[in-house]
């Protein structure tokens, strides 16, 4: 990845034009922000309370059944995760990489890795059977001495899901520690008590600096493998089974790949809008989304080439049962949803080699958006299609999802706008200090005295 | 069978808790502990067995019904009684479900005038009843008074017979829909018997079939599976028998054949004239006397092209079949005797019948001195008689009890109109509410078999008795014990001495005491009978006694031509069959055959209509349109069609049964009744009508199946070989590679994770699909002892049935040919399931079972998807039966909730059972000693369950069987579960 640099070519940046531009977007909010973000909380409310409706009655009222037991809630964990990969992609391995194209985007795609994870922790109690007790799936000591199956893909699961939950929010949150103290230092009342509880006391001492830059680094090498790690872990819930289909070599860096592709599209998903509403086209240049979109064409042709190799494996296996698996995939009841996923995440990244097409704002949107419908369909032929039609015909079945399904699908995407929204109005957007760090020194002497 | 002596020991212990039982009150078993003044043999937590008699149909099967805590909860075979052998069918097992059935008729019912119906006491009722016959009586009138019941025999029909002619009443009609009366009029015509023989088929070595299915519904099918599977293993002697199947459907039975030929409905009987005429051809010597007249005259006009171009098939084909008759050594031919099925059902059986006469050696395979019970009910001349007094008015009083032909009987007859509007007062004594019953002014329940006092007398010889096996639920009575007081009431006690049935029951089987002229006591002799569920020839075992050989005539009616040709009328040709689950339909009410998937088309809940897909094609028919069936007299009805290479072009197939207005919950359908269809004939005869026309109503309905694919996808699955490969194989006696779940099995190079150590025992199960004849009984056995719930038509739509045990179903790909898989949890030794679950919910036991924890299962459902035989459900919802269906729940097994995973635990508790028992006894436990509810229950003993770590178990030796193999074995779970190949002979 060829590292550019963050500054645009037209105004110059400067310290103060930083600051403004990222705590202007911090101002009162607007009527319409509060009515969008009531809409989204009442979304969640619907989806928790078909939540508890299903505890109450049995998951039969969701549309899984005998043989696809798996049905969009895991589809919806899977893509969540995906979501939350390119967050900790652009924040740490990007830092890692010294691609300086990404210290613009860097807090909000974290904060979208957050956002996602915390959904996507939540769908596999959403389908668990009795979630009342879930916690028997942590390996915690008791007087029983009954700990769980270490040899089981879900127990990986859970510790991978909670040990990146825990290291991306960590990296996030200390990631904006000088920021909160500046905005702290820029407000006052409750506000500024608020924040000045969450800066943790940030001085903006030398000492200080040298920790954080320390600790910063640390968790970037910290959180690179477990980006791989985390997609790898998920994709053997689905290879470690015997499922024709599943069972597969191919599935962890296709799943990492994938996540990769998803989150990238999310990103530019969600930048474009909050730049245009932000202003903050000076922060976050039209270079900068250009080249996600070439992360994209990358990402995508991984993806293509996997989907790809699937074919050529289970025909080049000689098993009839893996080879049928994906001819059904191709031709069988799921076949729309198959074409759905290859034109979406294999052909329309494509585009992206045309510069007009990665420079155009709407181009980059929509295809952002058939990535993501495309990356989302991709769990749904893995989980579902393959489920439907497994080893024994008599008990192959179709799986349409019901609408306490749809409702708690629609639930979660609510939650994230929800969360990403309040994120957007209370907390700095774009690393202001990284920002700053970025700039050339001509233009940080345009603004002296104004380093926080 | 190693467990004779265990259950014959638990039965005498039983016998004492009988009286307990039979006295009780009406709520007895509605409560369990306390016992505050406990019933002398109930020991809380312990099981008694009575021996009592399924008197589902009139086979007359022994059945052992197991009492736990006061409450009956799972009926078995009894493996004493001669018909049976120990194994039930899949309505014998549900016989528990009419017992608890919640739609019963819980007290006596009186509906007044104005139609309002309301709750009397018995105490009323018998008075009201008593009064209306007294002032027939009177008037002079008793003989209008109609006794009209289901087929009654031994002791019962005695009392009803006495009571009538005490009380100076009318004439008793037996009424059943199936009653084989064109056999017996055929086997009248050859034998000069009216009666229903009995076949020795496992001593045949050819079987060919007029559309009779002895493996599912025809007279004794429990007894007939069991004896097509000596027949088929040569157990009966000699050589592996051959089995030809001549009918228009591919059913149950035709699916175990070698050679489904297929016929028009009517065509049977061509097909029997042609081999009939080809022996003659062939010079095969006609015996002499008066079968060669009789043969010569059947004959007569006809040829071998005339025959196969009305039947339609091939002359290869009658010849091909002739000169398997001319070689086998005893062939047997039967025949279905039944309208419904065949329109020339007594033709067909008559010359079927000739067809065994021409050998000596086929004649001693039909027994006529032990010919059915069910030959005894009355003819459909005399119930049409009825139902026209009836519309005369001569009939004043009309007693129902166990017959529902308002139900059956052809619509142009008229009952249930006349019921209506004619005079006649019904009063019914049915335990079930049903169709008839409906028009009934009065209703005195009677208990069902199982809460009452009985015999049976299925054929000469055998006399099974009934006792109660619990006490009564509701407030009824005993048909005996209501017709013994209402006869007290009207005559005193000098007339009617018996004070119960149970008191007459003896009375009379003094009397079989004395004849049979034994030295013991009638007491001891008594309490044996009981313990041993009746009384029948020792050493019989169904064997068979002299034949009758002499003296064959053609009978008074020459075996002319009927004008109906076949093929030449336009139109369908209606085939109404009798079903595996519901027979004629009055088993219609019980959520386990409701739920039990059709053998061949595996549909549950619901009907439909089968039509060739040539036919559907032509008429661009799809799966599950609705179509309007109209006969030719103008009568509709609408069921959903199901195309397939399963019947012969030409045909609709409907299935018997369903359609009930009156029945109950689950019997109640949107469907019409497809007996509504069925016209009469000449002389008080059925006719299932041709000429039927189809309209599309553009309508369409999902069928609630079972099965996902209805072929196997070259997937080798259920696997079949041919008899000579079979032979070839046998002659080498290598036994198969299998990957056993044994630490033998275990393979570095192929295995991850090291063997399981099993120290004394290694479940496992043999199927046998050569013996599989895909009844159910293994599956509706399997819902009844392991509280497996049942889910209900909409659930089943949505994939989501519960059932533990399936018997998969597969079309062959080329040939319209079926093979039965039944398919459970596999056992693995290597289990996929065990490794994925987060929490060990699915857990290895040393003795190899793979246990689910339900209360540690935390519903993940990966264990599920992990299956490769898919055999795990999930509880969706917490499933609930209505009272008092929830008595039925076995106690040894825990119900489960919403949100665990189940499946199949080869019946563990019947596993700590045994070991409980052997472990007191201070030895191991004893091959055959453990039989989980399906083994338990197999007609044909397809099923074998034992230990595979004793070398000498049956097990362990059908594993070497040359025909062993195991289901998705390369994928080395190591299945517990060794399936053994069908054997096809190609004809």
């Known amino acids: 990845m060829k590292a550019e640099s963050a500054q645009p070519q037209g105004e110059i940046l400067t310290y103060r034009k930083v600051q403004e531009l990222v705590m202007g977007a911090m101002a009162r909010p607007g009527r319409l922000y509060w009515v969008v973000v009531g809409v989204c909380f009442m979304g969640l409310l619907y989806g928790a309370s078909c939540w508890a409706y299903q505890i109450l009655t049995g998951m039969g009222v969701a549309g899984i059944m005998h043989p696809v037991n798996w049905g969009i809630y895991l589809v919806n964990f899977v ?294 419908i495309g990356m989302w369909y991709e769990r749904f032929v893995i989980i579902v299609g393959s489920m439907a039609h497994e080893f024994v015909p008599y008990a192959w079945g179709l799986y349409a999802p019901s609408w306490v399904e749809l409702s708690i699908m629609g639930g979660s995407f609510c939650m994230f706008f929800f969360l990403f929204l309040l994120f957007g109005k209370f907390l700095p957007t774009v690393s202001m200090s990284e920002m700053k760090e970025a700039l050339g020194a001509p233009a940080r002497a345009c603004s002296p005295g104004e380093r926080t | ?313 091939e002359p290869g084909e009658i010849s091909r079949l002739a000169s398997l008759w001319a070689s086998a050594k005893r062939p047997l031919s039967v025949a279905s005797g039944l309208e419904f099925v065949d329109p020339h059902a007594e033709e067909t059986a008559f010359v079927a019948q000739i067809l065994c006469a021409l050998r000596p050696e086929s004649l001693q395979l039909l027994d006529l001195e032990r010919p059915w019970c069910l030959g005894r009910s009355s003819s459909l001349a005399q119930v049409h008689s009825m139902v026209e007094k009836i519309h005369r008015d001569e009939v004043d009083l009309l007693l129902v009890h166990g017959a529902n032909p308002a139900f059956s009987l052809p619509e142009d007859w008229g009952l249930e109109e006349a019921l209506l509007k004619r005079k006649v007062k019904v009063v019914s004594f049915s335990a079930f509410p049903d169709e008839i019953s409906s028009a009934a002014s009065l209703l005195m329940p009677s208990s069902t078999p199982l809460e009452s006092w009985g015999d049976w007398e299925p054929h000469p010889g055998v006399r099974g008795l009934i006792q109660p096996v619990m006490g009564r639920i509701f407030e009824t009575r005993a048909l005996g014990d209501i017709l013994l007081g209402l006869g007290r009431r009207l005559k005193g006690h000098t007339v009617f001495q018996e004070e119960s049935l149970e008191e007459y029951l003896r009375k009379k089987w003094m009397g079989i005491h004395s004849a049979q002229g034994a030295e013991e006591s009638f007491g001891s002799w008594w309490v044996r009978a009981l313990a041993r569920g009746g009384t029948w020839e020792e050493g019989t075992g169904g064997e068979v006694a002299k034949v009758l050989g002499q003296g064959i005539s053609p009978g008074p009616s020459p075996p002319g031509v009927d004008p109906r040709l076949d093929g030449k009328q336009e139109g369908f040709q209606l085939m109404v069959y009798p079903t595996i689950q519901f027979l004629d339909g009055r088993a219609a009410n019980r959520t386990w055959l409701q739920e039990l998937p059709d053998p061949v088309t595996q549909i549950t809940w619901g009907s439909w209509v089968e039509l060739n897909t040539e036919d559907a094609s032509r008429l661009g028919i799809q799966l599950g349109g609705l179509l309007k069936i109209r006969s030719p007299r103008g009568r509709t009805l609408e069921l959903a069609a199901y195309p397939t290479d399963g019947v012969a072009p030409g045909t609709l197939a409907i299935p018997m049964g369903q359609g009930h207005k009156a029945m109950g919950r689950y019997a109640a359908s949107v469907q019409g009744n497809p007996l509504s269809l069925v016209e009469s004939g000449e002389g008080g005869r059925l006719l299932c009508p041709s000429g039927m026309s189809l309209e599309k109503t553009g309508q369409s309905s999902r069928f609630s199946n079972t099965d996902g694919s209805p072929i196997q996808h070259n997937r080798a699955l259920a696997v079949a070989i041919e008899a000579a490969q079979w032979r070839r194989l046998l002659e080498q006696g290598s036994p198969p590679k299998l990957r056993l779940p044994l630490p033998e099995a275990y393979d570095p190079a192929e295995d991850f994770y090291p063997s399981h150590r099993h120290l004394q025992y290694r479940w496992a199960m043999a199927v046998d699909l050569d013996r599989c004849v895909g009844c159910g009984a293994c599956v509706v056995a399997c819902s009844a002892e392991n509280n497996v719930a049942m889910v209900g038509r909409q659930l089943v739509l949505e994939g989501r049935e519960m059932h533990w045990l399936r018997i998969e179903r597969y079309w062959e790909e080329k040939t319209p040919r079926i093979r039965f898989l039944p398919m459970l949890c596999q056992h693995c030794d290597a289990a996929p399931c065990e490794s994925v679950c987060p929490v060990y919910a699915p857990h290895h036991s040393p003795e190899g079972l793979n246990n689910q924890v339900y209360n540690r299962c935390i519903g993940t459902r990966f264990c599920s998807q992990n299956c490769p035989y898919k055999v795990r459900r999930f509880n969706w919802f917490t499933f609930s039966r209505p009272e008092p269906l929830n008595l039925q729940l076995n106690p040894d097994v825990t119900v489960r909730q919403k949100g665990v995973m189940e499946k199949c635990s080869f019946c563990v508790q019947r596993i700590v059972e045994a070991k409980d028992r052997a472990r007191r006894e201070a030895r191991g436990v004893r091959d055959g000693e453990v039989t989980p509810a399906c083994v338990q229950t197999c007609p044909t003993g397809a099923l074998v369950f034992g230990n595979l770590m004793e070398k000498e178990s049956r097990v362990s030796r059908l594993v070497k069987d040359v025909r062993a193999y195991q289901v998705l074995g390369h994928l080395n779970t190591k299945p517990a579960v060794i399936y053994l190949k069908r054997v096809i002979n190609e004809i």
Request: net charge positive; proline share 5%; glycine share 8%.
């Open chain 1, 79 to 372: 893509f969540w995760v995906g979501i939350a990969h390119s967050g900790t992609l652009i924040s740490a391995i990007l830092y890692l990489l010294r691609a300086r194209w990404r210290t613009s985007i860097a807090r909000a795609a974290e904060a979208m890795t957050v956002f996602a994870v915390m959904i996507a922790g939540l769908f596999p109690f959403i389908h668990l059977g009795r979630v009342w007790i879930f916690y028997w799936i942590i390996p915690y000591p008791n007087q029983r001495d009954l700990w769980p199956n270490f040899q089981s893909p879900l127990v990986f699961d859970f510790l991978a899901i909670s040990t990146y939950l825990t290291v991306s929010s960590m990296f996030w949150y200390s990631g904006m520690l000088p920021d909160l103290a500046a905005v702290r230092d820029k407000t006052s009342g409750i506000r500024k008590k608020i924040y000045g509880l969450l800066s943790l006391g940030w001085q903006g001492t030398h000492e200080q600096w040298r920790h954080y830059s320390m600790a910063y680094l640390l968790f970037a090498a910290f959180a690179t493998p477990l980006v791989i790690s985390v997609h790898s872990v998920v994709s053997w819930d689905f290879a470690l089974s015997i499922v024709p289909g599943w069972h597969s070599t191919i599935f962890a860096p296709y799943f990492v790949a994938g996540a990769i592709h998803s989150g990238l599209a999310m990103v530019l998903t969600l930048l474009i809008p909050l730049r245009r509403i932000f202003h903050f086209e000076v922060l976050i240049s039209t270079e900068t989304l250009e080249s996600i979109a070439k992360t994209i064409v990358l990402t995508g042709l991984i993806v293509g080439y996997s989907y790809a190799v699937e074919y050529f494996m289970a025909w080049y296996s000689g098993n009839m049962f893996e080879w049928d698996t994906f001819i059904w995939r191709a031709v069988g009841n799921y076949a729309p949803q198959f074409w759905i996923m290859v034109v979406c995440n294999v052909l329309a990244p494509l585009l992206f080699f045309s510069k007009k097409i990665r420079r155009s704002l709407a181009w980059l949107f929509g295809i952002a958006i058939a990535v993501n």
């Open chain 2, 1 to 313: 069978m190693a467990s004779f002596r265990r259950r014959e020991f638990l039965r005498m212990v039983g016998l004492g808790g009988t009286v307990a039982a039979s006295g009780c009150s009406p709520d007895s078993g509605l409560k369990l502990i306390p016992y505050i003044f406990p019933p002398k043999d109930v020991v809380p937590g312990k099981a008694t067995w009575y021996a009592t008699t399924c008197i589902e149909c009139a086979a007359g099967c022994g059945a052992l019904a197991r009492n736990r805590d006061g409450r009956v909860v799972k009926l078995e075979g009894n493996p004493l009684h001669p018909v049976n052998l120990g194994a039930l069918c899949a309505r014998g097992q549900a016989a528990l479900q009419g017992l608890y059935d919640p739609d019963r008729v819980r007290h006596p019912m009186l509906r007044r005038k104005d139609g309002s119906s309301g709750q009397v006491t018995w105490e009323e009722a018998e008075r009201l009843l008593a009064d209306w016959i007294l002032e027939l009586s009177r008037k002079g009138r008793g003989e209008r008074v109609v006794f009209l019941s289901g087929l009654l025999t031994g002791s019962l029909l005695d009392l009803v017979t006495e009571w009538r002619e005490k009380l100076g009443l009318g004439e008793h009609l037996m009424y059943e829909v199936l009653s084989y009366e064109p056999l017996r009029r055929a086997t009248s015509r050859v034998f000069g018997l009216e009666v229903i023989p009995s076949y020795r088929m496992d001593r045949a070595d050819l079987i060919i079939s007029f559309g009779a299915d002895f493996l599912g519904t025809w007279i004794s099918p429990v007894q007939y599976a069991r004896q097509f599977a000596l027949f088929r293993s040569g157990e009966g002697g000699g050589d592996r028998g051959l089995f030809v199947y001549v009918g228009p459907r591919l059913s149950q039975t035709a699916a175990c054949a070698d050679l489904w030929v297929s016929v028009r409905p009517g065509s049977q009987r061509l097909v029997a004239l042609g081999i009939l005429l080809a022996l003659r051809q062939k010079g095969i010597s006609m015996a002499p006397g008066p079968l060669a007249g009789a043969i010569a005259q059947l004959l007569q006009g006809w040829t071998m092209e005339r025959i196969c171009q009305e039947a339609r098939v």
